[in-house]
């Protein structure tokens, strides 16, 4: 069975602190994403990873930065938290010899900053 | 970055009801994909949908792949509790072999509530 986890389900984190949200899959999957989830704004993608090492940008990459070390592992980072970072953060994976174009999910982290 | 226009934004129906949601774009999409996020949980695909015009079922669910490549529709018949969540669309332009380009642009999402 797929799997992708997230380190937290649930982040309470104060103004200025730097936060760090891991994703770790199990599918040897190539393609890593990091996305946020608002209330009407649905699911909008902050950066991916297509290899080890590699990050792109997404569609809205600021005030936050990735890092891939492993093919494994996905993080989301912070540097400096801000209210409006506030939201539920969703990991997911997916393999580019997947003719699905399939994204597996992880269960997301809630994320308040106050 | 391009965001999908879903509709409707949420959905209060009775048991039993059927339900329609639609999903346009400006773009042309290759492939639609049809997600559901049950609560307190990450999104779960339900469909996919890879030709334009293609009308594609799994169980009580029916999607199709409109004949322009800018719009889908998911169609749940007879809803039941358990269908209670947020539908999400989402669209891929990449085309196969193409590599580097599996990104997912999703839609706004429909809040779907069954109504004692």
């Known amino acids: 069975d797929v799997k992708v986890t997230q380190s937290s389900r649930y982040l309470v984190k104060r103004t200025g602190e730097k936060v760090f949200l891991e994703c770790v899959q199990d599918m040897d999957h190539e393609n890593m994403f990091w996305y946020r989830q608002d209330p009407g704004l649905g699911l909008r993608l902050i950066y991916f990873?297509?290899?080890?090492?590699?990050?792109e940008k997404g569609d809205i990459p600021e005030g936050y930065s990735v890092s891939r070390e492993k093919k494994e592992r996905f993080s989301l980072i912070l540097e400096s938290a801000s209210t409006n970072q506030t939201s539920m953060y969703l990991c997911?994976?997916?393999?580019?010899?997947?003719?699905?174009?399939?994204?597996?999910f992880g269960p997301g982290t809630r994320l308040t900053v106050t | 970055g391009q965001q999908l226009n879903q509709s409707p934004q949420s959905m209060f129906i009775q048991e039993g009801e059927d339900v329609s949601m639609n999903c346009t774009s400006s773009?042309?999409?290759?492939?639609w994909l049809w997600y559901k996020q049950d609560p307190g949980e990450g999104p779960v695909l339900l469909i996919a949908l890879y030709k334009a015009g293609e009308l594609t079922s799994n169980g009580r669910l029916t999607a199709q792949f409109g004949i322009t490549r800018k719009d889908s529709f998911l169609n749940i018949s007879a809803s039941i509790p358990s269908d209670v969540g947020i539908y999400f669309c989402a669209g891929c332009s990449a085309r196969l072999l193409n590599f580097g380009n599996e990104k997912l642009t999703f839609g706004t999402g429909t809040r779907l509530t069954i109504i004692p």
């Open positions: 773009s042309i999409f290759n492939t």
């Open positions: 997911a994976s997916s393999s580019p010899r997947d003719s699905s174009y399939e994204q597996y």
């Open positions: 990873s297509y290899d080890v090492k590699m990050k």
